[in-house]
């Protein structure tokens, strides 16, 4: 069974940086591109950005280019997400999630299953 366990959020100011992590289990992680997501309050679920699976290709959505990075370690089943220069926008819970088509996770997100519990990331101005 495919468990994705998300952790590294909390409180930063308008500014600041926070790293989050996503642990996998119960898949051949190396075998799946992984995606990032969020849900701010009262919104739907949007993409962040995704990672293949050997890590050498990333995509994002405009609203965090330039200042969200993925990354991914298949040793330790884990991926990513870099948040810098983080705004008031960026608050939400994140969530991460798994795809074996890396095009596809950005528009999969009602659609793919497993979700784990999510981590909080709040920005305040």
């Known amino acids: 069974q495919v468990q994705l366990v998300e952790s590294g959020g909390g409180l930063v100011q308008a500014g600041g940086s926070l790293r989050l992590s996503c642990a996998a289990s119960?898949?051949?992680?190396?075998?799946?591109?992984m995606g990032w997501f969020r849900q701010a309050p009262g919104k739907e679920r949007e993409f962040v950005g995704a990672i293949n699976w050997g890590g050498d290709h990333t995509y994002y959505a405009d609203s965090v280019k330039g200042r969200f990075n993925i990354s991914r370690d298949n040793d330790k089943n884990t991926v990513y997400l870099q948040m810098n220069s983080l705004k008031p926008e960026d608050t939400a819970v994140y969530y991460c999630?798994?795809?074996?088509?890396?095009?596809?996770?950005?528009?999969?997100?009602?659609?793919?299953?497993?979700w784990g519990p999510g981590t909080q990331v709040t920005v305040s101005s």
């Open positions: 999630n798994a795809d074996l088509i890396f095009g596809r996770l950005s528009t999969s997100s009602k659609s793919l299953t497993s």
């Open positions: 119960g898949m051949t992680f190396s075998a799946y591109a």
